[in-house]
């Protein structure tokens, strides 16, 4: 278990086994997921991605670090966001998220985008993150960018979703850009 993050209007948490229901009334949504491999979820879609995470968090050497995001106004999971660690050797890692379309526009991506990116440059000492988007995602891709990530480029046709092949940007940030 790691510590919880926290932001000014956030709080980031381990995910526990009924958080499935709240995690639900987003991931069951098409706009949701139309830039994304999976979904509209159905229930018994989302009750495993918990528990996925939930045997996650208890590996020893663990690598991936899925945190439910928290409104900590009203106390509700509005989403949910992932740290892993892709390379050790090169200490570079990942980053994504997932918001419930109530909350788009307001800035919550950012704060905890801006959290878990210092999570893995604190607790893990990397060198670098990165995280991709579909090119159509502008929202996503507007966070990334208010995060200080870096475009390096857009892959082609790396991703086959439901309505065809993807195109990706990908973004990126170095330890020294961080720290600044």
């Known amino acids: 278990m790691i ?6 209007r956030t709080m980031l948490r381990e995910f526990v086994e009924n958080d499935w229901k709240q995690v639900h009334k987003y991931a069951s949504q098409k706009d949701v997921c139309q830039f994304q491999p999976w979904g509209p979820n159905s229930e018994d879609d989302t009750k495993e991605f918990v528990r996925t995470i939930l045997v996650d968090q208890k590996k020893i050497n663990r690598t991936r670090f899925a945190l ?20 050790e050797k090169n200490l570079i890692g990942e980053i994504g998220y997932i918001i419930n379309p109530s909350y788009w526009g307001k800035g919550f991506a950012t704060e905890a985008a801006k959290e878990i990116i210092s999570f893995g440059f604190e607790q893990f000492k990397l060198h670098r993150v990165f995280a991709t988007c579909d090119v159509r ?8 960018e208010k995060c200080g990530l870096t475009l390096e480029g857009k892959m ?3 991703l086959l979703l439901r309505d065809g092949w993807r195109d990706t940007f990908l973004y990126s940030i170095l330890e020294h850009e961080w720290s600044i």
């Open 156 to 158: 082609r046709e790396d």
């Open 3 to 8: 510590r919880n993050l926290s932001t000014n």
């Open 68 to 87: 439910a995001i928290i409104e900590k106004e009203s106390d509700e999971l509005i989403g949910s966001i992932e740290f892993n660690i892709r390379d």
């Open 137 to 144: 995602n502008i929202g996503s891709a507007k966070v990334l």
